[in-house]
């Protein structure tokens, strides 16, 4: 410890010398005294700053011979340049060294004659310490240092040793635009051109060096320009040859990638690509890249080249008429703002794929000018997004409508007026209050608007009974079921109809799925068949489910796509595909061992009824309303998904994968005779020819969600696939889901879909697309799965037009590709974005839900909020406990009970959300007796999908508007946003009636992260991410809204806390969770974001999600919410302390929140956090739109310990 005190008292001394020393130098420099006096001092300086890290000090003799600052200078160019130089280096910075240096070589080049040994130790360290002075560059313009150094090298080219050191400042130099501007004029740039040459093995360093610095410079526009007009650019690609061909032994990598690099700098300007495409550049590199790829160690080079080679492919066009939507919707109002009306006021005579000005304007690409350094990023961006107005921040609850307006909701509330007295309750008298560890008294939550009192008395006369209205036909008796199945299977029902919960059992796979699969099968191809052949395919089903041919023929030959003379229904024709025309192959012993091993496999499913019912499905399917009236059915949702049972890792990614791809993409330019190039699928276009050869795979989207527009095959192999942009717009590709047939066996398909549009995906980490094979159905696994190889996602070279990117030029397409072995041949499968789920599924499931619940325990009602735009309705549903009488101080208890109101599916891609919001329907519809206590807590008011209009037409983000719904929230409009603008009038109308909810949570998907997530809204922590942390501690209000994620993130796996946010940005004021909380006054609003690919923490820990694990979320999420009323209610105060002791835990001071910032456009999601292993393999840049993670928050001790109840409203100052 004495050691380090006395070091540092040394540094000290040393530190208080320099400052003395520096103020002599300015006195001497004012003076104009010898320069032989200004070095002396100069020296001292530096000597001092090598003695801190020596901790010695010589004092120098006081005669001013030359040989005293030759040795300084010697020495100091070696301490700087070793190691810990760096810190050296930032010292002399600090103490305005640079500055004392530049002068002294404007002094020392006024000497005749020249002293070489003083002018190579000069630009040695200037060459060190000018990347540390971050105002380098312009100190040098300002004393001249440019044109003396750049002088040095002309006339010195002959002499290496001092144009080394030389060339090293000119790169110092040029990281300033405006120097790098002079030197070109001054002809720098030919100048290094007389220094680079072809393969020689003498001063190899001094090449290398001026690579660099010709590189630095080429990155101005002006000197690039400069390059091309002198035909440097097939100077050096002939140069990169001869060092390609002579380095045999890979000694001069370092040379070939400073060549590599002068080109990448070049091809930054339209004119350097056109050089470099007119000079032979793409076969050069694609050709001396792939004589690389067998040595390891040259991989900077085949990826700098992959770089060069992607940014220089030419644009193309996407190879559509438009790229809006090949459906049309017309609008009852057309908005006077926005993109929905540029769309509709383009002229139809422009060309709204490309931009006509794009050949002609020299601007740079998108992301082309890579920062390959990456401690350039400053870590420390300032996130402009983050709301910082506090009068914005603070809640102001809103009425927006009138009492009487919001009076049309009234009847979507019957439970707050009905007596129930026409009701079969369990009991009709009220049981005694008995306290045994249990409130069984009315348990009254406080909301976030009001005050509440645990007192049954103050709250019966609160209760007024009066202006009860009748209650609704609808409620009077329980709702029946659609029944479209056999006898037999209406036995199922009734006897399922006893189970419904959350517990999981144990069935065979292959046994659960015999009867459902034979009558599927018998409704699929049996319907027309006379009744007396129907026995012969029971008795023709193995139990190995190898079923045979002939029994599954159908009876009249018919070409894809047709009737088939299976009418599933009189009004709409509605067809299956084509399976029940070709059969099911049989499979052999090998696949026969496989079902066996899948029989012997367990299943955990639902303990309840089977929500899936096929005839059910058919028959919803004839009242959904869609834009092209399909009028086909897709088998996986008539059959049904259950999951595998097995687990699905999330995909290593084999190296180089990407490069391999954009080689392969490259070859298209370079051996283009190669290319196929036939459209086998076009919506665009219903008299195309579907293709007879019995090798080219055959494609479908024409069914409910579908979304393929365009298929051109481009290898025997290989095909591109275009996405229909969201309809009444002109972006937004990225779901799809489609049908693919007529595959081979042992033949590894490429899929390429070429018009997304995100800057990445989690295709880059691990995910794969989903696979539904309906011979693998017929076989007992109906079940989505994860497939695909060689699976990656870039950039491309189909150009985007400004009117699609949002007025910006330059932008680009990015590929999803992947590469799929088919399991079976001439099979039917369906590939998918994520896992589908229709609107038609949805209502298939509430149906049966509302069918099989028990109407004297559980409270369950099916609405209509409103009509779409297209007339399907959205429909509304509340779930409670039944009141436990019709006893006044029941229906009181039941009457305040809190509201939870939830929703999902606003964003139709994201099909997860729709699969939690499952978990959570189901949950709350089981008889576990957690799920009887949650009802009994809570009213649970749903919209399980916001967008149903957007979900049927295979939208990705929009409804039939053209509009993101998720962005409406502040002013809906009735006409066009009905669901958003219905949906904000029920919570309003809770507001207005002293009900408010006490959550609010919005089910999303997220595409750029792992695990699930959830955003809230908090004043605190976003003032404190604005770096005002003096206003940060003023604020104070209550921590309640971390309860929940923190309670989640202890009991649901895939529930990840430190990547919840709560800070509140100007981009998502219009969002639903931001709108509730502000507006309308929940403290507790959320959006919980679930992941598409996998999770990276937990008990899933490097598996992809499935449906299973999505709707296990939805159930932790309803027990969540049980957990949040034990801490939130008053009464509970009353019981044991060790009953809330596992609770208390989960509000420890003990997880850091990592509040990731979003500038994200049209994206609910923050910037992608994971490192992007694009490396060289890609020319993206991190975006710089986007914030790096702003920090982390942690809360005061003090705000984890209050309890809700205990915490007051927010205050402000």
């Not at 599954?552 to 709409?572: D, I, Q, Y």
């Not at 297209?870 to 779930?879: A, R, Y």
Request: with cysteine; hydrophobic share 35%; glycine share 6%.
């Amino acid at each position: 410890m004495s050691k380090l005190k006395v070091i540092s008292e040394k540094s000290l001394t040393n530190n208080s010398r320099i400052v003395g020393l520096l103020a002599q130098l300015e006195k001497i420099n004012t003076e104009s005294t010898e320069s032989d006096t200004a070095r002396y001092v100069t020296s001292k300086i530096l000597h001092l700053a090598q003695s801190q890290e020596e901790n010695f000090f010589i004092p120098f003799r006081k005669d001013k011979k030359r040989n005293d600052s030759q040795r300084f200078y010697r020495n100091g160019s070696s301490t700087i340049n070793s190691r810990g130089g760096g810190r050296r280096a930032s010292f002399l910075v600090a103490k305005g060294g640079s500055q004392i240096l530049l002068q002294l070589l404007m002094n020392a080049s006024k000497e005749s004659p020249l002293n070489e040994e003083l002018m190579v130790q000069i630009h040695s360290i200037l060459a060190k310490i000018g990347p540390k002075d971050k105002k380098f560059g312009v100190k040098a313009r300002i004393n001249g240092a440019l044109n003396i150094t750049l002088n040095l090298v002309k006339q010195n080219l002959q002499n290496p040793r001092l144009v080394l050191p030389c060339l090293q400042l000119l790169r110092v130099y040029s990281a300033n635009s405006v120097n790098s501007v002079s030197l070109g004029k001054n002809g720098v740039v030919e100048l290094l051109f007389k220094i680079i040459g072809p393969f020689s093995k003498k001063n190899s360093g001094l090449m290398k060096v001026a690579l660099d610095t010709l590189a630095a410079l080429l990155k101005s526009k002006t000197n690039a320009r400069r390059a091309v007009d002198r035909g440097y650019v097939q100077v050096l690609l002939t140069i990169y040859v001869d060092w390609h061909r002579h380095d045999n032994r890979h000694r001069n990598m370092l040379i070939r990638k400073g060549i590599l690099q002068s080109l990448k700098s070049v091809t930054n300007i339209k004119l350097g690509r056109k050089a470099f495409i007119d000079a032979n550049g793409m076969k050069i590199l694609y050709n001396t890249s792939q004589e690389c790829l067998a040595v390891r160690t040259l991989d900077p080079l085949v990826n700098t080249s992959s770089l060069i080679m992607r940014k220089c492919f030419p644009k193309n066009r996407l190879p559509l008429p438009t790229i809006k939507s090949s459906f049309h919707f017309q609008l009852p109002v057309i908005p006077v703002t926005g993109p929905v009306a540029q769309l509709y006021s383009l002229p139809p005579e422009v060309d709204d794929v490309v931009d006509e000005s794009d050949d002609n304007d020299d601007i740079d690409l998108e992301a082309e000018n890579e920062t390959e350094n990456e401690d350039d990023v400053d870590q420390n961006f300032k996130n402009d997004d983050i709301e910082t107005d506090i009068n914005k921040l603070k809640p102001q609850q809103e009425p927006g409508r009138t009492i009487e307006e919001l009076k049309m909701y009234e009847h979507l509330f019957p439970e707050l007026v009905d007596d129930f007295q026409d009701y079969d309750l369990i009991s009709k008298e009220p049981k005694p209050f008995v306290f045994e560890g249990k409130v069984r008294g009315p348990i009254v939550v406080p909301t976030a608007g009001e005050e509440a009192s645990g007192n049954p008395g103050n709250l019966r006369k609160g209760i007024v009974r009066t202006n009860v209205s009748p209650k609704a036909d609808e409620s009077d008796k329980k709702p029946t079921c659609v029944d479209l199945a056999k006898e037999d299977t209406k036995d199922n029902d009734r006897t399922s109809q006893q189970q419904l919960g959350d517990q999981n059992r144990t069935i065979s796979s292959a046994q659960g799925l015999n009867n459902d699969i034979v009558k599927a099968l018998d409704r699929i191809t049996l319907q027309n068949i006379p009744p007396q052949t129907a026995p012969g395919f029971t008795a023709g089903a193995k139990k190995d489910y190898s079923l045979p041919l002939t029994v599954l023929t159908c009876t009249k030959a018919c070409p894809h796509m047709a009737t088939c003379g299976n009418v599933l229904f009189e009004s709409r024709t509605v067809q299956l595909g084509k399976l029940c025309c070709t059969g099911v192959e049989t499979e052999d012993d090998e696949d026969t061992e496989s079902t066996s091993s899948v029989e012997q496999a367990s299943v955990e499913v639902s303990d309840g009824p089977t929500l899936h019912d096929s005839d059910l499905y058919i028959e919803i399917v004839k009242n959904t309303k869609s834009v092209p009236e399909y009028s086909e059915v897709a088998y996986p949702d008539y059959f049904g998904h259950i999951p595998p049972p097995f687990k699905e890792p999330i995909l290593e990614r084999p190296y180089g994968v990407q490069r391999t791809k954009i080689a392969q993409d490259i070859e298209r330019l370079i051996h283009q005779s190669d290319i196929i190039d036939r459209v086998v699928y076009d919506l665009d276009n219903p008299n195309y020819a579907i293709p007879e050869e019995g090798d080219i795979l055959k494609f479908n989207s024409k069914f409910e969600s579908g979304n393929l527009r365009k298929v051109i095959q481009i290898r025997k192999n290989e095909y591109d696939l275009i996405l229909n942009s969201d309809i009444n717009s002109n972006h937004y590709h990225q779901w799809f889901y489609f049908e693919v047939s007529g595959m081979r066996l042992g033949v590894a398909y490429r899929f390429n879909i070429i018009n997304c549009e995100k800057s990445n995906s989690q295709f880059n980490y691990g995910m794969q697309p989903l696979m539904y094979s309906v011979q693998e159905a017929l076989n007992a696994r109906p079940w989505w799965i994860r497939v695909g190889t060689d699976i990656c996602y870039y950039k491309n070279h189909f150009s985007r037009s400004s009117v699609a990117a949002g007025g910006q030029k330059g932008k680009s397409y990015y590929t999803i590709t992947f590469t799929v072995n088919f399991p079976h041949k001439d099979d039917v499968c369906y590939f998918a974005y994520h896992y589908p789920y229709t609107y038609s599924t949805l209502q298939m499931h509430l149906q049966k839900l509302e069918s099989a619940h028990n109407p004297q325990q559980i409270y369950f009602r099916k609405d209509v909020l409103c009509e779409t735009l297209s007339g399907n309705t959205c429909p509304l549903v509340t779930i409670t406990a039944m009141p436990e009488s019709n006893y006044y101080e029941h229906i009181c208890q039941f009457r305040n009970r809190p509201y939870v109101f939830l929703s999902a599916r606003v964003h139709p891609g994201e099909t997860n959300a729709s699969w939690v919001m499952k978990g959570t329907l189901e949950y709350l519809m089981s008889n576990n007796p957690t799920a009887q206590s949650l009802r009994e807590s809570y009213i649970f008011k749903i919209v399980p999908m916001l967008n149903p209009d957007g979900v049927i037409n295979g939208n990705h983000r929009c409804s039939l508007s053209g509009e993101d719904l998720n962005r409406q929230w502040q002013s809906p409009n009735p006409d066009l946003h009905p669901t958003i603008y219905h949906a904000k009038g029920l919570l309003q109308y809770l507001a207005a009636v002293k009900h408010l909810p006490l959550v609010y949570c919005d089910y999303h998907g997220h595409s750029r992260k792992k695990n699930v997530f959830m955003y809230g809204c908090s004043i605190k922590e976003t003032v404190w991410h604005t770096n005002n942390n003096a206003t940060s501690c003023d604020v104070v209000e209550d921590a309640g809204y971390r309860t929940l994620p923190k309670i989640l993130s202890h009991i649901a796996p895939a529930f990840c806390m430190s990547s919840c946010s709560f800070v509140v940005e100007k981009s998502k004021e219009s969002t639903a969770r931001v709108v509730v909380w502000r507006e309308i006054g929940v403290q507790r609003s959320y959006t919980m974001e679930s992941t598409l690919c996998g999770c990276d923490q937990g008990k899933y820990k490097g598996l992809q999600i499935g449906t299973r694990e999505l709707e296990e979320m939805g159930a932790k999420f309803c027990v969540g919410l049980l957990r949040l009323k034990r801490l939130t209610s008053p009464l509970e105060y009353n019981l044991p302390s060790g009953l809330l002791d596992f609770e208390n835990d989960l509000i420890e001071s003990n997880c850091k929140v990592t509040s990731p910032t979003t500038y994200v456009l049209d994206e609910d999601e923050p910037r992608f956090l994971e490192e992007v292993d694009y490396s060289a393999e890609s020319n993206d840049d991190l975006d710089t739109e986007l914030a790096e993670n702003a920090g982390d928050y942690e809360p005061s001790a003090q705000e984890e310990v209050l309890s809700d109840s205990e915490l007051s409203r927010t205050y402000l100052p």
